[in-house]
């Protein structure tokens, strides 16, 4: 009797551990969408492309020829373009003419993705020791996020695998004119940067748009950049960045995304978040140990910056992204 129960036992121990190793091997396996290639060449000369146009501050000749050349290269993509034009105050008591660019994939498309940078140059390179009061090239602190975009609208718009979801890119102008790092006397009255997402996020482009999440790139092309865990990206879009870090892992590119968290940086994306009620998450080089690189609002920020890897890892994780939808 004792050795039939003690069968029994076994029966059932060898019955649970079969069973066990059954729902391990039937667990179903998410299954990835393949994406477009991301070309890192292309994304530099459209980062060189600017950075020729001289610095793209607003009301100079480099910006004025950078908007038409944008504008331009996205039609020729077969996206559907508008700009949303408004005018804006300094923090010295200027008025600024500026030009938030929308394009659009799919704009039919009900699920949106939103994904964002900003084309205008720091008018001052107020963290340097020389040239403190000329106008920076500005290759990585906005030319670098609007070249990986329009590399992914031209890898969209070239190649024959599409997401199936509707894509928005906003370029958004008048972000990097902050008063000078070491002002002695400062009007903290306004935020005096950002002035394009905090327009948008006031006054759409669309009357009720909605995305289901959005992506910033800002200072995503120097070289050795590593990316944190942004501390308004954790707050407003916690899901969204684990998607985003999870998926550079997926795409070979975990060196680049680090999965450390870092201070909040007031960019773009903070006003989309508070004012706009768009979930959206900020790619940016800036460190919790040493902040943000030593090129920051200096002249170090030219093309001797750049770093192919650095725009591929980004993009290649961007896309992999939206194609996943």
């Known amino acids: 009797m004792k050795n039939r129960i003690w069968l029994l036992a076994l029966l059932v121990f060898a019955w649970a551990c079969s069973a066990e190793k059954t729902n391990e091997t039937v667990t179903p396996q998410v299954e990835l969408k393949p994406y477009p290639t991301f070309n890192a060449d292309s994304a530099y000369a459209f980062v060189e492309k600017q950075v020729n146009f001289g610095p793209r501050v607003p009301g100079t000749p480099g910006h004025t020829a950078t908007k038409e050349w944008l504008i331009s290269k996205l039609e020729n993509y077969s996206w559907s373009v508008q700009t949303q034009d408004f005018q804006a105050k300094t923090y010295d008591g200027l008025t600024w003419n500026l030009t938030n660019i929308i394009a659009s994939y799919k704009p039919e498309a009900t699920k949106r993705i939103l994904l964002a940078a900003h084309w205008d140059s720091r008018r001052i390179a107020d963290k340097d020791t020389e040239r403190i009061d000329e106008p920076i090239d500005g290759a990585n602190d906005g030319g670098s996020g609007v070249g990986v975009l329009m590399e992914i609208a031209r890898a969209i718009s070239s190649q024959e695998l599409k997401p199936d979801v509707g894509i928005d890119i906003i370029l958004f102008d008048g972000e990097d004119d902050g008063q000078p790092e070491h002002a002695t006397s400062r009007d903290d009255s306004q935020i005096w940067w950002c ?123 961007v896309l992999f992204t939206v194609y996943q939808e």
């Open 195 to 317: 002035l394009g997402s905090q327009y948008w996020s006031k006054n759409k482009h669309q009357a009720n748009y909605s995305a289901y999440y959005g992506i910033l790139v800002d200072l995503v092309g120097a070289k050795g950049a590593r990316f944190f865990r942004e501390g308004y990206s954790r707050q407003y879009a916690s899901g969204i960045l684990k998607k985003v870090w999870d998926n550079a892992a997926q795409a070979g590119h975990s060196a680049f995304f680090i999965n450390r968290d870092a201070p909040e940086i007031l960019d773009d994306h903070a006003f989309v978040n508070e004012i706009g009620k768009i979930p959206m998450i900020d790619i940016i080089e800036f460190s919790p140990d040493m902040g943000f690189g030593l090129y920051h609002h200096t002249h170090l920020d030219n093309m001797d910056l750049i770093d192919r890897r650095s725009l591929q890892a980004v993009g290649e994780t």
